[in-house]
């Protein structure tokens, strides 16, 4: 299901912005980054991170996609399953979302949407 959640958010972000991912970091090869073309500001990020680094139990990866938002909205979701604080990034202004299946596809594209518009 994860694979399926990433490859249809690189589909959608391909269509709707242009957007074609990068790999910036040789020792991360499988994380993607999404940037505006102009401003080459990123947007989202997309990566396999271990659970405990979420405060989940376990240390297997799971599939996530960081994506920047309001902070007010960042203290709202924080709470809900699949939606932690940033792993490596602004806690206050940037949310981990699972790409499990457990927070479903159309909840998260208006987040990306979103995090595209606030990084303009």
């Known amino acids: 299901m994860e694979h399926d959640l990433r490859q249809e958010l690189l589909d959608y972000v391909a269509t709707e912005y242009g ?14 980054i999404l940037r505006h073309e102009h ?9 396999l991170v271990s659970k405990d680094k979420l405060g989940l139990a376990g240390v297997e990866a799971v ?10 909205l960042a203290l709202i979701l924080q709470g809900r399953e699949g939606i932690f604080p940033a792993y490596h990034m602004n806690k206050e202004n940037w949310l981990s979302v ?6 479903p596809l159309a909840e ?11 990084t303009r």
């Open 39 to 47: 401003n080459r500001k990123w947007y989202a990020a997309l990566m």
């Open 98 to 103: 699972l790409l499990t299946g457990v927070v």
């Open 63 to 72: 599939p996530l996609v960081n994506l920047k938002v309001k902070p007010e």
């Open 108 to 118: 998260i594209i208006p987040l990306l949407d979103d995090s595209y518009l606030l």
């Open 19 to 32: 957007t074609k991912g990068d790999h910036p970091f040789k020792r991360f090869s499988q994380y993607t």
